[in-house]
Structures are given as C-alpha cells and as structure tokens.
C-alpha cells in the first residue's frame, strides 16, 4: 500500500467512487481553528496494489490534522453495503490497514487515528441491535481494531433516517 491523493483515479486519472460512478473524498473543516499537518499530502489516501476483486471497494482517505495542542488523523470509511464485502472489508481495517498505518505514521501517532464513516454493517449483534440488522457483525469481524486499542463512540443509537440501524460510526483509540 502506497498514499497518495483523495479522489479515486480510474485508468485514465479521472475520480471515481470505487462502483464506476464519479467521487470525491474530502474533510471539510475550519481553517481557523483546524491545521492541515500534511500540506504536501493534502487528502491521502490508501493505494492497495491487489486486484479489484480482493481490496476494498471504497479505499479509505486519511489526513492529519492539528487543533491547538491536539493532533490527530481521520480516516475516512465507506464500506461495501453487500453483507460478505462488507464482512471482509471491516475485517480488513484491522488486519491490513492498522498495520501499515503504524508503519506510516509510527506506534505512538497511529494511536490517534480515528476510523469514521458509514460502515455499512452495525459495531455489534448484541444488546440493542440484536435483532435490528440484516447485516450484522462476526463476533471476530472488529477483533483487531478492538485488540489494538479501537472501540465504536456511537453506542445504543440508531444513525439512520428510518431509525433501524447503527452503521455509520466513529472508531477512536
């Protein structure tokens, strides 16, 4: 995995959304409060090498950022919403992408990474989802993000319109 710019390139380099269609990943943020750490990078994002049919549908963008004293990195997730992709790629964030975040940005900043996005897939099977989501996790799908620190800030709230489910979702350390 390489970085490189926030917008999809197809072929021919113009942006698209991972499906064909045309996209653009961003953060939108306040220039007087907020600090862009990585100018020269501005909206990195992940470059998987593997084929189509194994990476992510959808790779992620990743900044940094700095507000007063504070610094930190998003990572922006928008997940595969049919329900086996949507299993291997949140596996994926744990087992591929933590570790070459660590490698990137170093044990102690990759710590202050935040994943957020729609992950397409509920943070649990327990509780208060338990029987609300047709797309629901393995009891190992967020193991690795939970073992390296990660847990899921939205808890016991719907993030959907119709008030069903829970996918979209702000991982921190």
Same mark, same amino acid.
């Given at each position: ?12 380099? /113009? ?10 990943? $961003? ?14 990078s ?6 998987? /090498? ?8 959808r790779?992620?963008?990743?900044? &940094? ?16 919403? &049919? ?6 790629? $949140?596996?994926?964030?744990?087992d591929i992408?933590l570790?070459?975040?660590? /490698? ?9 990474i ?9 943070y ?8 609300? &989501? /047709? ?13 390296n620190?990660? &847990?899921p800030s ?7 319109i ?11 350390h």
């Amino acid at each position: 995995m390489e970085y490189n710019t926030s917008f999809y390139e197809k072929d021919d380099g /113009t942006p698209e959304d991972g499906r064909g269609g045309k996209g653009v990943l $961003a953060f939108v943020y306040d220039q007087s409060m907020v600090v862009l750490q990585q100018p020269s990078s501005i909206g990195t994002k992940v470059i998987d /090498t593997r084929s189509r049919r194994e990476r992510m549908n959808r790779l992620p963008a990743i900044s &940094s950022f700095r507000c007063g004293k504070l610094e930190f990195t998003l990572c922006n997730v928008h997940l595969d919403p &049919s329900h086996d992709r949507t299993l291997i790629e $949140a596996q994926e964030l744990g087992d591929i992408l933590l570790s070459h975040l660590k /490698t990137k940005y170093g044990s102690e900043r990759y710590q202050s990474i935040i994943f957020l996005g729609d992950f397409n897939l509920s943070y649990t099977n327990t509780g208060f989802f338990k029987n609300s &989501s /047709t797309n629901r996790p393995r009891s190992t799908t967020y193991s690795k993000l939970k073992e390296n620190g990660w &847990s899921p800030s939205i808890k016991d709230a719907y993030t959907n319109i119709k008030k069903t489910e829970c996918y979209d979702q702000i991982w921190m350390h």
